[in-house]
């Protein structure tokens, strides 16, 4: 510790740089000394380094959390410089650093002082709800994202938070109340932005408020396709029908390209979309009826020669959606989308992990869904994913479980499989099959834009080939079944 020591008398000295020279020094040779790191981060702050400043101090609290305040002095001092992007950057990388380290109400003090000092509020209020969110605290959650919507009303995060929050939990009648107000307000300061309509049908219907739930959805999706598509509108919306039924779903998988297929899908001249993407009716709302269903979807004149559909690419992980389709929809078609496995896993474990819903390292993930994917091979699968609290990031990945329970309810021959490595490849040809599979005559875009897609670095190459043999008799059964060669490594 002899650099820190002589750093401090440097600094003491009035001589900065040299001082920070030695606690540069110190850094390198105590690489996990929170000390060090303060006194470097402090000391780069007096000199104006701003992000090295905040790098270290960001170092500092994961080697130390009791440190954590010493850097609000610094958030404060780049706000008096009007450095507020770096304030910003800052109180991102602490509280989240805390968030970590399970150090929950330390992180929210930190997103509070960036709210109370003004900063990016809509964000901080986001992190706050995520991390009530975490903590099973409903109440404080749906509270701070109902206040990131009411400072940005078209900032879709928090409203996706709460739309997750309305499909998959049971809320408590009083909280759903709650948000009903707010979203009316949403309404009225932005009558086009269809995700406010979205959320208050959903939330009604979940109190059972039917009519008034249809009603927001038509409202959306009259709206929608006013802007999308004038000219059907004009031509073929029929106000006094409810919806029309759709020729298809895609039913799967989640990260493999299926936002990209639909929204290729949303620019023929025939197609018209459904009021979103992912309806999930099957899944998570069949008591509300085929009427509310149906209300999703545009209302196509009788005689009209366009197509619908829509994609919840998660219904593959519940079979029992299967029936339930064969009985409202005998003659629906089915789009299955498959990715090379261990990159799809890979892309949504990150994709998780950037929604709040995954918390585990990569490596924690893998190891424990090996285990999961072993058991499930092993027993006979009845179609139930056991996540065992994790994200099933592997899990879903492992095909052939789920369309083996599929196509013995539903014949082959009304599904169309396609590999995601061949719709990138090669997208015009591949999106012809959908157009052939659906009645639509061949379209060809102008432009192919990949949507939704993510960012992550590479895996370990030990990694990958651990997956990759995890994956390998599982892919082969598939190849098997299907009668369809994949050549994923």
Same mark, same amino acid.
Request: aromatic share 14%; net charge neutral.
């Given at each position: 510790?002899?650099? $820190?020591?002589l750093? +401090? +008398?440097?600094?003491?000295?009035?001589?900065?740089?040299?001082?920070?020279?030695?606690?540069?020094?110190?850094?390198?040779t105590?690489?996990?000394?929170?000390?060090?790191?303060?006194?470097?981060? *402090?000391?780069?702050t007096?000199?104006?380094?701003?992000?090295?400043?905040?790098?270290? /101090?960001h170092?500092?609290?994961?080697?130390?959390?009791?440190?954590?305040?010493?850097? &609000?002095?610094?958030?404060? /001092?780049?706000?008096?410089l009007? @450095? &507020?992007e770096?304030?910003?950057?800052?109180?991102?990388?602490?509280?989240?650093? #805390?968030?970590?380290?399970?150090?929950?109400?330390?992180?929210?003090?930190?997103?509070?002082?960036?709210?109370?000092?003004? $900063?990016?509020?809509k964000?901080?209020?986001?992190?706050?709800?995520?991390?009530?969110?975490?903590?099973?605290?409903?109440?404080?959650?749906?509270?701070?994202?109902?206040?990131?919507?009411?400072?940005?009303?078209?900032?879709?995060?928090?409203?996706?938070?709460?739309?997750? !929050?309305?499909?998959?939990?049971?809320?408590?009648?009083?909280?759903?109340?709650?948000?009903?107000?707010? /979203?009316?307000?949403?309404?009225r300061?932005?009558?086009?932005?269809?995700?406010?309509y979205?959320?208050?049908?959903?939330?009604? +219907?979940?109190?059972?408020?039917?009519?008034?739930?249809?009603?927001?959805?038509?409202?959306?999706?009259?709206?929608?396709?006013?802007?999308?598509?004038?000219?059907?509108?004009? &031509?073929?919306?029929?106000?006094?029908?409810?919806?029309?039924?759709? !020729?298809?779903?895609?039913?799967?998988?989640?990260?493999?390209g +299926?936002? %990209?297929?639909?929204?290729?899908l949303?620019?023929?001249?025939?197609?018209?979309p459904?009021? *979103?993407?992912?309806?999930?009716?099957?899944?998570?709302?069949?008591e509300?009826?085929?009427?509310?269903?149906?209300? @999703?979807?545009?209302?196509?004149?009788?005689?009209?020669?366009?197509?619908?559909?829509?994609?919840?690419?998660? @219904?593959?992980?519940?079979?029992?959606?299967? %029936?339930?389709?064969?009985?409202?929809?005998?003659?629906? !078609?089915?789009?299955?989308?498959?990715?090379?496995?261990?990159?799809?896993?890979?892309?949504?474990?990150?994709h998780?992990?950037?929604v709040?819903?995954?918390?585990?390292?990569?490596?924690?993930?893998?190891?424990?869904?090996?285990?999961?994917?072993?058991?499930?091979?092993?027993?006979?699968?009845?179609?139930?994913?056991?996540?065992?609290?994790?994200?099933?990031?592997l899990?879903?990945?492992?095909?052939?479980?789920?369309?083996?329970?599929?196509?013995?309810?539903?014949?082959?021959?009304?599904?169309? =499989?396609?590999?995601?490595?061949?719709?990138?490849?090669?997208?015009?040809?591949?999106?012809?099959?959908?157009?052939?599979?659906?009645?639509?005559?061949?379209?060809?875009?102008?432009?192919?834009?990949?949507?939704?897609?993510?960012?992550?670095?590479? =895996?370990?190459?030990?990694?990958?080939?651990? #997956?990759? *043999?995890?994956?390998?008799? @599982?892919?082969?059964? #598939?190849?098997?079944?299907?009668?369809?060669?994949?050549?994923?490594?």
């Amino acid at each position: 510790m002899k650099d $820190l020591q002589l750093g +401090t +008398t440097l600094e003491q000295q009035g001589n900065l740089e040299e001082a920070v020279f030695a606690y540069r020094r110190a850094v390198k040779t105590e690489p996990k000394s929170a000390q060090a790191h303060h006194l470097l981060a *402090k000391a780069l702050t007096k000199k104006g380094y701003w992000q090295e400043a905040i790098n270290y /101090y960001h170092k500092t609290v994961e080697l130390e959390p009791k440190l954590f305040p010493s850097c &609000q002095e610094l958030g404060k /001092y780049l706000i008096k410089l009007n @450095h &507020q992007e770096k304030a910003i950057n800052l109180y991102q990388k602490i509280g989240e650093t #805390l968030a970590k380290k399970n150090l929950f109400q330390d992180a929210i003090a930190i997103y509070e002082q960036a709210v109370e000092l003004d $900063l990016d509020q809509k964000w901080f209020y986001l992190y706050i709800g995520d991390i009530y969110n975490r903590q099973g605290n409903s109440l404080a959650a749906i509270d701070a994202y109902l206040k990131a919507i009411e400072i940005a009303p078209e900032f879709w995060q928090p409203h996706d938070r709460l739309l997750i !929050k309305v499909q998959r939990e049971k809320l408590a009648p009083e909280l759903l109340e709650r948000m009903i107000e707010p /979203y009316q307000e949403v309404i009225r300061k932005r009558p086009d932005y269809l995700l406010g309509y979205s959320n208050l049908g959903d939330i009604l +219907t979940k109190l059972g408020r039917l009519d008034q739930a249809i009603s927001c959805y038509q409202n959306a999706s009259y709206r929608q396709n006013l802007k999308l598509k004038p000219k059907f509108i004009e &031509q073929a919306w029929d106000a006094g029908k409810r919806g029309q039924e759709p !020729k298809f779903v895609i039913i799967g998988s989640m990260r493999c390209g +299926t936002t %990209s297929l639909y929204e290729y899908l949303t620019f023929h001249p025939q197609f018209v979309p459904a009021l *979103k993407k992912e309806v999930k009716f099957f899944n998570f709302n069949f008591e509300a009826g085929k009427e509310w269903y149906l209300a @999703h979807f545009p209302a196509i004149a009788e005689g009209k020669n366009y197509v619908t559909g829509e994609g919840s690419p998660d @219904h593959l992980y519940y079979p029992e959606v299967a %029936s339930k389709i064969l009985e409202l929809f005998p003659d629906l !078609k089915l789009i299955v989308m498959l990715r090379n496995p261990i990159d799809r896993s890979i892309s949504q474990y990150y994709h998780w992990r950037k929604v709040g819903a995954e918390f585990r390292s990569l490596k924690d993930a893998i190891a424990d869904e090996i285990e999961l994917i072993n058991e499930m091979a092993q027993a006979s699968f009845d179609g139930k994913i056991n996540r065992k609290g994790g994200s099933g990031c592997l899990l879903e990945s492992v095909y052939i479980y789920f369309l083996e329970k599929w196509m013995s309810i539903i014949p082959k021959d009304k599904f169309l =499989i396609l590999k995601s490595e061949d719709f990138y490849q090669n997208t015009p040809a591949t999106l012809n099959q959908v157009f052939n599979f659906i009645d639509l005559p061949n379209y060809q875009l102008k432009d192919y834009k990949t949507y939704n897609a993510g960012s992550y670095s590479d =895996i370990d190459p030990e990694m990958r080939q651990l #997956l990759a *043999k995890c994956f390998q008799p @599982h892919n082969q059964r #598939l190849e098997e079944f299907l009668g369809m060669k994949f050549d994923w490594d």
